[in-house]
Every structure is written in structure tokens, then in C-alpha cells.
């Protein structure tokens, strides 16, 4: 496996403490997209995205309405121009919950149990990974 860049071992490092709570946060936020009934919570959760992406420095952030759902677009131009390019595509929403779907968890209240935290949304795609693609023309 490659080492991490320094800047990114050095930003995770440095918050280490605080992403189980950041995560804890976006769970709590019942963003069903589905349906009415939770459009300014989907809403809340675009607008907390776009805040974690401005704090860790995009330097480009931007909050898209698509059709009554919010899109949020990232981007941060390398200097270089030859650099590769990083494509990093995901939801911010979730399903709408069956009626006991998860009998080990409630849905929007995430529980950290033997180091790992369980919840809507606390596995991909809200913990997303990037995806290195080859730069294009």
C-alpha cells in the first residue's frame, strides 16, 4: 500500500480526535431525499458538506439546485497542470429507512461500538474515497 501525500497524513493526524464526531454529525441528519418530508434536512446536509470542503480548503465550493436536491461541486486547481486529476463523486443523502430494516441500530443515531461506528450513512457513500482518474485533453 502507498504512504499517504504528508499533507494529507498531516491534515487527518491533526483531526483525528474529531472526525468520529464530524461523522456522528452528518448521521444525525435524516436525509432522505425520497420524499417532501425531509427537504431541509437534505438541504442541511448539502450545506454541511459544503462547510467540511470549505474548512478543509477547496478552494471552489458551490451548492447546486437539481431539481428541489441540493448538489454541492468541489474543486481545487492544481498548480501544476500536468497533475492527475481526482474524481470524487457521491450522495450526501440516504435511503428512506424500512420499518425494521436494522434492529442493531437506530437509523439517524449513530452508536461507536468496538471502534467502529454504526448508523445510516456511516459507510459509502458518506465516508466516500477518492478515485484517481487520468487527466483528459
Do not use: N
Not at 498531516?10 to 435524516?30: G, K, N, Q, S
Not at 470542503?53 to 439546485?65: A, H, I, K, N, Y
Not at 457521491?90 to 461506528?117: C, I, N
Amino acid at each position: 500500500m502507498q504512504e499517504p501525500e504528508p499533507a494529507v497524513h498531516d491534515h487527518l493526524h491533526d483531526r483525528v480526535d474529531t472526525l468520529p464526531d464530524d461523522l456522528a454529525a452528518r448521521v444525525r441528519i435524516p436525509s432522505v431525499s425520497a420524499g417532501p418530508a425531509h427537504e431541509r434536512d437534505v438541504m442541511r446536509s448539502a450545506r454541511r458538506l459544503q462547510a467540511h470542503l470549505l474548512e478543509t480548503g477547496f478552494p471552489d465550493v458551490e451548492e447546486w439546485d437539481t431539481d428541489g436536491l441540493q448538489t454541492v461541486f468541489a474543486h481545487w486547481p492544481a498548480e501544476d497542470p500536468d497533475a492527475p486529476t481526482v474524481l470524487v463523486h457521491s450522495h450526501h443523502d440516504v435511503r428512506a429507512v424500512k420499518d425494521q430494516e436494522r434492529q442493531d441500530a437506530a437509523p439517524f443515531a449513530p452508536a461507536l461500538r468496538q471502534g467502529r461506528m454504526y448508523g445510516r450513512g456511516t459507510s459509502p457513500p458518506l465516508t466516500t474515497r477518492p478515485c484517481p482518474r487520468s487527466r483528459t485533453p
